[in-house]
Protein backbone atom coordinates (compact mmCIF):
# COMPACT_ATOMS: atom_id res chain seq x y z
CA UNK A 1 0.00 0.00 0.00
CA UNK A 2 2.67 2.43 0.90
CA UNK A 3 4.86 1.64 -2.16
CA UNK A 4 1.78 1.96 -4.30
CA UNK A 5 0.92 5.38 -2.54
CA UNK A 6 -2.47 4.50 -1.73
CA UNK A 7 -4.24 6.24 1.22
CA UNK A 8 -6.83 4.63 3.20
CA UNK A 9 -10.50 6.23 4.16
CA UNK A 10 -11.69 7.06 7.31
CA UNK A 11 -13.95 4.28 8.53
CA UNK A 12 -17.15 5.55 10.36
CA UNK A 13 -17.61 2.98 13.00
CA UNK A 14 -20.38 3.08 15.19
CA UNK A 15 -20.07 2.09 18.97
CA UNK A 16 -23.57 1.30 21.33
CA UNK A 17 -22.24 0.75 24.38
CA UNK A 18 -22.94 3.08 27.30
CA UNK A 19 -21.62 6.82 25.89
CA UNK A 20 -17.96 8.28 25.10
CA UNK A 21 -16.29 10.41 27.05
CA UNK A 22 -16.06 12.97 24.09
CA UNK A 23 -13.19 15.46 26.08
CA UNK A 24 -11.13 12.68 26.40
CA UNK A 25 -7.62 13.35 25.19
CA UNK A 26 -6.69 10.27 23.31
CA UNK A 27 -10.19 10.24 21.38
CA UNK A 28 -11.67 13.67 20.79
CA UNK A 29 -9.60 14.23 17.32
CA UNK A 30 -11.48 10.47 16.17
CA UNK A 31 -14.96 10.93 17.18
CA UNK A 32 -17.23 10.67 14.06
CA UNK A 33 -18.65 14.36 13.78
CA UNK A 34 -21.83 15.24 11.58
CA UNK A 35 -21.25 17.29 8.55
CA UNK A 36 -24.54 18.55 8.53
CA UNK A 37 -25.52 19.19 12.19
CA UNK A 38 -24.64 22.62 13.37
CA UNK A 39 -23.87 21.85 17.04
CA UNK A 40 -26.26 23.22 19.93
CA UNK A 41 -28.27 25.32 17.54
CA UNK A 42 -32.01 23.36 18.84
CA UNK A 43 -32.59 22.51 15.39
CA UNK A 44 -32.19 19.36 13.38
CA UNK A 45 -30.41 20.98 10.66
CA UNK A 46 -30.17 17.48 8.67
CA UNK A 47 -33.56 16.23 8.86
CA UNK A 48 -32.96 12.73 10.30
CA UNK A 49 -35.45 13.08 13.17
CA UNK A 50 -32.48 13.65 15.63
CA UNK A 51 -31.71 16.87 17.05
CA UNK A 52 -28.19 18.28 17.51
CA UNK A 53 -26.84 14.58 17.16
CA UNK A 54 -23.34 16.08 16.54
CA UNK A 55 -21.49 13.01 17.70
CA UNK A 56 -24.28 10.67 17.73
CA UNK A 57 -27.36 10.19 19.77
CA UNK A 58 -28.01 8.65 23.45
CA UNK A 59 -31.09 6.79 23.55
CA UNK A 60 -31.48 6.56 26.79
CA UNK A 61 -32.12 10.05 27.70
CA UNK A 62 -34.95 12.51 28.14
CA UNK A 63 -36.30 15.50 26.36
CA UNK A 64 -35.90 17.21 30.09
CA UNK A 65 -32.01 16.80 30.08
CA UNK A 66 -32.22 13.54 32.51
CA UNK A 67 -30.59 10.17 31.21
CA UNK A 68 -30.45 6.84 32.43
CA UNK A 69 -27.56 5.26 33.89
CA UNK A 70 -28.92 2.26 36.04
CA UNK A 71 -31.18 -0.05 35.17
CA UNK A 72 -32.99 -3.06 35.93
CA UNK A 73 -31.66 -6.37 34.63
CA UNK A 74 -33.99 -8.42 31.66
CA UNK A 75 -33.93 -11.89 33.17
CA UNK A 76 -36.19 -9.56 36.24
CA UNK A 77 -38.25 -7.53 33.74
CA UNK A 78 -39.26 -10.68 32.00
CA UNK A 79 -39.75 -12.53 34.78
CA UNK A 80 -42.63 -10.47 36.66
CA UNK A 81 -44.31 -8.75 33.44
CA UNK A 82 -44.74 -12.50 32.59
CA UNK A 83 -45.71 -14.07 36.02
CA UNK A 84 -49.85 -13.68 35.94
CA UNK A 85 -49.79 -15.00 32.65
CA UNK A 86 -47.34 -18.10 32.98
CA UNK A 87 -47.17 -18.84 36.73
CA UNK A 88 -49.91 -21.24 36.88
CA UNK A 89 -49.49 -23.17 33.38
CA UNK A 90 -47.22 -25.05 31.91
CA UNK A 91 -46.38 -26.60 28.50
CA UNK A 92 -49.00 -30.08 28.76
CA UNK A 93 -51.77 -27.32 30.09
CA UNK A 94 -53.21 -26.93 26.67
CA UNK A 95 -52.04 -26.10 23.27
CA UNK A 96 -49.90 -23.19 22.36
CA UNK A 97 -48.79 -21.23 19.74
CA UNK A 98 -45.55 -21.34 18.75
CA UNK A 99 -45.31 -17.61 20.21
CA UNK A 100 -46.50 -18.45 23.19
CA UNK A 101 -44.29 -21.75 23.57
CA UNK A 102 -41.40 -19.35 22.96
CA UNK A 103 -42.94 -16.78 25.34
CA UNK A 104 -43.52 -19.41 27.96
CA UNK A 105 -39.92 -20.68 27.58
CA UNK A 106 -38.06 -17.44 27.92
CA UNK A 107 -40.44 -16.79 30.94
CA UNK A 108 -39.41 -20.28 32.65
CA UNK A 109 -35.26 -19.00 31.72
CA UNK A 110 -36.29 -16.13 33.94
CA UNK A 111 -37.46 -17.90 36.54
CA UNK A 112 -34.72 -19.74 36.96
CA UNK A 113 -32.37 -16.99 36.55
CA UNK A 114 -34.12 -14.80 38.94
CA UNK A 115 -35.52 -17.62 41.57
CA UNK A 116 -33.97 -20.79 41.08
CA UNK A 117 -30.27 -20.34 42.41
CA UNK A 118 -30.49 -17.98 45.45
CA UNK A 119 -29.09 -19.20 48.79
CA UNK A 120 -30.89 -17.43 51.48
CA UNK A 121 -27.69 -17.66 53.48
CA UNK A 122 -26.01 -15.72 50.88
CA UNK A 123 -27.97 -13.25 50.55
CA UNK A 124 -28.08 -12.36 54.46
CA UNK A 125 -24.38 -12.28 54.08
CA UNK A 126 -24.31 -10.19 51.58
CA UNK A 127 -26.67 -7.35 52.73
CA UNK A 128 -24.67 -7.62 55.89
CA UNK A 129 -20.96 -6.98 54.26
CA UNK A 130 -22.60 -4.10 52.05
CA UNK A 131 -23.76 -2.45 55.27
CA UNK A 132 -20.38 -2.76 57.33
CA UNK A 133 -18.51 -1.51 53.85
CA UNK A 134 -20.85 1.68 53.43
CA UNK A 135 -20.18 2.38 57.22
CA UNK A 136 -16.66 2.11 56.97
CA UNK A 137 -16.24 3.69 53.37
CA UNK A 138 -17.81 7.05 55.13
CA UNK A 139 -14.79 7.04 57.35
CA UNK A 140 -12.38 6.34 54.91
CA UNK A 141 -13.49 8.71 52.67
CA UNK A 142 -13.33 11.08 55.14
CA UNK A 143 -9.90 10.16 56.05
CA UNK A 144 -8.38 9.61 52.83
CA UNK A 145 -10.49 13.12 50.91
CA UNK A 146 -11.63 11.25 48.33
CA UNK A 147 -15.07 9.71 47.84
CA UNK A 148 -13.47 7.27 45.11
CA UNK A 149 -10.31 5.61 45.94
CA UNK A 150 -9.02 2.27 45.29
CA UNK A 151 -6.27 -0.09 46.96
CA UNK A 152 -2.94 1.77 46.02
CA UNK A 153 -4.54 4.57 48.30
CA UNK A 154 -5.60 2.24 51.20
CA UNK A 155 -2.37 0.64 51.44
CA UNK A 156 -1.01 4.47 53.06
CA UNK A 157 -4.25 4.52 54.99
CA UNK A 158 -3.95 3.57 58.78
CA UNK A 159 -7.82 3.36 59.88
CA UNK A 160 -8.78 4.85 62.87
CA UNK A 161 -11.09 2.73 64.11
CA UNK A 162 -11.93 -1.20 63.99
CA UNK A 163 -14.46 -0.79 61.26
CA UNK A 164 -12.90 0.74 58.97
CA UNK A 165 -9.86 -1.66 59.88
CA UNK A 166 -12.17 -4.37 58.52
CA UNK A 167 -13.35 -2.32 55.61
CA UNK A 168 -9.84 -2.29 54.70
CA UNK A 169 -8.68 -5.55 55.13
CA UNK A 170 -11.97 -6.60 52.84
CA UNK A 171 -11.52 -4.15 50.25
CA UNK A 172 -7.61 -4.94 49.94
CA UNK A 173 -8.44 -8.93 49.74
CA UNK A 174 -10.59 -8.14 46.32
CA UNK A 175 -8.19 -6.30 44.97
CA UNK A 176 -5.72 -8.87 46.16
CA UNK A 177 -7.90 -11.74 44.82
CA UNK A 178 -8.56 -9.75 40.96
CA UNK A 179 -4.94 -9.20 41.00
CA UNK A 180 -5.74 -5.50 40.68
CA UNK A 181 -5.02 -2.62 42.52
CA UNK A 182 -7.14 -0.39 41.02
CA UNK A 183 -10.28 -2.01 41.71
CA UNK A 184 -12.09 1.15 43.66
CA UNK A 185 -14.57 1.72 46.69
CA UNK A 186 -17.49 2.67 44.35
CA UNK A 187 -16.76 -0.28 41.96
CA UNK A 188 -16.92 -2.76 44.88
CA UNK A 189 -20.50 -1.28 46.23
CA UNK A 190 -22.03 -0.96 43.40
CA UNK A 191 -21.09 -4.60 42.53
CA UNK A 192 -22.72 -5.39 45.89
CA UNK A 193 -25.71 -3.27 45.40
CA UNK A 194 -26.22 -4.77 41.84
CA UNK A 195 -26.09 -8.30 43.54
CA UNK A 196 -28.36 -7.36 46.35
CA UNK A 197 -30.89 -5.63 43.33
CA UNK A 198 -30.75 -9.21 42.22
CA UNK A 199 -31.85 -10.68 45.32
CA UNK A 200 -34.84 -8.99 45.94
CA UNK A 201 -35.81 -8.87 42.21
CA UNK A 202 -37.57 -12.16 43.19
CA UNK A 203 -40.33 -10.42 45.44
CA UNK A 204 -40.76 -6.90 43.83
CA UNK A 205 -41.06 -6.04 40.18
CA UNK A 206 -37.87 -3.91 39.23
CA UNK A 207 -38.26 -0.09 38.96
CA UNK A 208 -38.89 1.51 35.48
CA UNK A 209 -35.60 4.09 35.09
CA UNK A 210 -36.16 4.34 31.69
CA UNK A 211 -39.39 4.94 31.89
CA UNK A 212 -39.87 7.46 34.35
CA UNK A 213 -36.98 9.24 31.99
CA UNK A 214 -37.18 8.19 28.72
CA UNK A 215 -41.46 8.51 28.23
CA UNK A 216 -41.39 7.30 24.79
CA UNK A 217 -44.04 4.57 23.91
CA UNK A 218 -42.06 1.61 24.28
CA UNK A 219 -44.01 -0.43 23.06
CA UNK A 220 -44.08 1.19 19.26
CA UNK A 221 -41.18 0.72 17.19
CA UNK A 222 -42.12 3.52 14.99
CA UNK A 223 -42.35 6.31 17.89
CA UNK A 224 -38.11 6.40 17.75
CA UNK A 225 -37.95 9.80 17.73
CA UNK A 226 -36.89 9.84 21.93
CA UNK A 227 -34.00 10.61 23.80
CA UNK A 228 -31.20 13.68 23.22
CA UNK A 229 -27.77 14.52 21.92
CA UNK A 230 -25.76 13.95 25.64
CA UNK A 231 -23.59 10.88 24.41
CA UNK A 232 -21.41 10.90 27.54
CA UNK A 233 -23.60 12.24 30.57
CA UNK A 234 -20.90 11.63 32.45
CA UNK A 235 -17.07 10.00 32.03
CA UNK A 236 -17.76 7.42 35.01
CA UNK A 237 -21.38 6.69 33.06
CA UNK A 238 -19.36 6.47 29.73
CA UNK A 239 -16.17 4.31 31.10
CA UNK A 240 -17.20 1.28 29.33
CA UNK A 241 -17.73 2.81 26.11
CA UNK A 242 -14.57 5.21 26.42
CA UNK A 243 -12.43 1.51 27.22
CA UNK A 244 -14.27 0.04 24.03
CA UNK A 245 -13.39 3.13 21.69
CA UNK A 246 -9.87 3.38 22.91
CA UNK A 247 -9.29 0.07 21.83
CA UNK A 248 -10.48 0.14 18.37
CA UNK A 249 -9.24 3.91 17.66
CA UNK A 250 -6.93 5.57 19.97
CA UNK A 251 -4.94 8.01 18.87
CA UNK A 252 -1.90 6.50 17.65
CA UNK A 253 1.84 7.50 18.03
CA UNK A 254 0.61 10.29 20.04
CA UNK A 255 2.47 9.36 23.56
CA UNK A 256 -0.39 9.66 25.42
CA UNK A 257 -2.17 6.19 26.37
CA UNK A 258 -2.42 3.40 24.64
CA UNK A 259 -2.36 3.16 20.28
CA UNK A 260 -5.83 1.73 19.00
CA UNK A 261 -6.14 -0.95 16.90
CA UNK A 262 -7.23 1.10 13.79
CA UNK A 263 -6.02 4.25 12.10
CA UNK A 264 -8.38 5.98 10.03
CA UNK A 265 -11.46 5.60 11.83
CA UNK A 266 -13.79 7.82 13.44
CA UNK A 267 -15.93 6.53 16.51
CA UNK A 268 -20.07 7.57 15.71
CA UNK A 269 -21.35 7.45 19.73
CA UNK A 270 -24.88 5.39 20.18
CA UNK A 271 -25.98 5.46 23.46
CA UNK A 272 -28.06 2.62 24.12
CA UNK A 273 -26.49 0.74 27.25
CA UNK A 274 -27.36 1.28 30.94
CA UNK A 275 -25.57 -0.06 33.89
CA UNK A 276 -28.11 -3.27 33.79
CA UNK A 277 -29.48 -4.44 31.05
CA UNK A 278 -30.17 -2.63 27.83
CA UNK A 279 -34.02 -2.71 25.94
CA UNK A 280 -34.22 -4.17 22.41
CA UNK A 281 -36.19 -1.13 21.34
CA UNK A 282 -32.73 1.33 22.52
CA UNK A 283 -30.45 -1.76 21.01
CA UNK A 284 -32.78 -1.85 17.85
CA UNK A 285 -33.32 1.65 16.91
CA UNK A 286 -29.63 2.29 17.63
CA UNK A 287 -28.16 0.38 15.21
CA UNK A 288 -30.33 1.86 12.59
CA UNK A 289 -29.58 5.08 13.12
CA UNK A 290 -25.46 3.75 12.60
CA UNK A 291 -26.75 2.65 9.49
CA UNK A 292 -28.54 5.76 8.45
CA UNK A 293 -25.59 7.68 9.08
CA UNK A 294 -22.97 6.37 7.73
CA UNK A 295 -21.46 4.03 9.72
CA UNK A 296 -19.70 0.74 7.88
CA UNK A 297 -19.32 -0.91 11.65
CA UNK A 298 -21.04 -1.38 14.45
CA UNK A 299 -19.29 -2.73 17.30
CA UNK A 300 -21.93 -3.91 20.60
CA UNK A 301 -20.16 -4.81 23.48
CA UNK A 302 -23.03 -6.23 25.47
CA UNK A 303 -24.94 -9.12 26.63
CA UNK A 304 -28.09 -10.53 24.95
CA UNK A 305 -29.56 -13.02 27.09
CA UNK A 306 -33.06 -12.13 26.96
CA UNK A 307 -34.82 -10.45 23.86
CA UNK A 308 -38.32 -10.46 24.38
CA UNK A 309 -38.47 -8.15 21.24
CA UNK A 310 -36.04 -9.79 19.42
CA UNK A 311 -37.51 -9.51 16.40
CA UNK A 312 -37.03 -5.60 16.14
CA UNK A 313 -33.42 -6.68 16.30
CA UNK A 314 -33.39 -8.90 14.01
CA UNK A 315 -34.83 -6.31 11.69
CA UNK A 316 -32.61 -3.38 12.24
CA UNK A 317 -29.66 -6.55 11.81
CA UNK A 318 -31.16 -7.15 8.44
CA UNK A 319 -31.43 -3.52 7.85
CA UNK A 320 -27.46 -2.34 8.86
CA UNK A 321 -26.57 -5.46 6.52
CA UNK A 322 -28.46 -4.91 3.93
CA UNK A 323 -26.12 -1.28 3.70
CA UNK A 324 -22.97 -3.23 4.03
CA UNK A 325 -22.55 -2.71 7.34
CA UNK A 326 -20.83 -5.20 9.37
CA UNK A 327 -22.29 -5.74 12.78
CA UNK A 328 -19.32 -6.68 15.49
CA UNK A 329 -20.95 -8.56 19.04
CA UNK A 330 -19.03 -9.44 22.28
CA UNK A 331 -19.25 -13.10 22.72
CA UNK A 332 -20.06 -12.06 26.85
CA UNK A 333 -18.78 -12.42 30.08
CA UNK A 334 -20.50 -15.41 30.99
CA UNK A 335 -17.91 -17.83 30.20
CA UNK A 336 -20.75 -20.26 28.23
CA UNK A 337 -19.96 -21.91 25.06
CA UNK A 338 -21.74 -19.96 22.51
CA UNK A 339 -21.88 -23.25 19.96
CA UNK A 340 -24.46 -24.47 22.11
CA UNK A 341 -25.70 -21.50 24.85
CA UNK A 342 -27.85 -19.16 21.76
CA UNK A 343 -27.33 -15.06 22.76
CA UNK A 344 -27.76 -12.72 20.41
CA UNK A 345 -26.77 -12.42 17.54
CA UNK A 346 -28.30 -15.63 16.81
CA UNK A 347 -29.13 -17.26 13.34
CA UNK A 348 -31.76 -14.10 11.77
Given at each position: ?28 S ?60 D??S ?40 K???S???K ?39 DI ?32 D ?16 V ?29 D ?13 D ?13 A ?57
Open positions: VKTKNLKSSPVIVAVIDSGVDTLHEDLRILWRNPKEIPGNGVDDDNNGYVDDVYGWNFLGGRDGRNVEKDSYEAARVYHKLKSKWEEKLAGTLSADDTREYKMWLKAKFDIVGEINPLEVIQVKRMYKDLIGDVIRGISKEEYNCKDLATYTPSDDKSKKVKAILLNICKGNDNDSNVMILDELENDINKFEAVDKAPREFRNEIVQNYNDINDKFYGNQNVMSNTSALHGTHVSGIIGAVRGNGVGMDGVANVRIMTVRAVPDGEHDKDIALAIRYADNGAKVINMSFGKGFSPEKKWVDDAVKYAQSKGVLLVHAAGNSHQNLDTTYNFPTPV
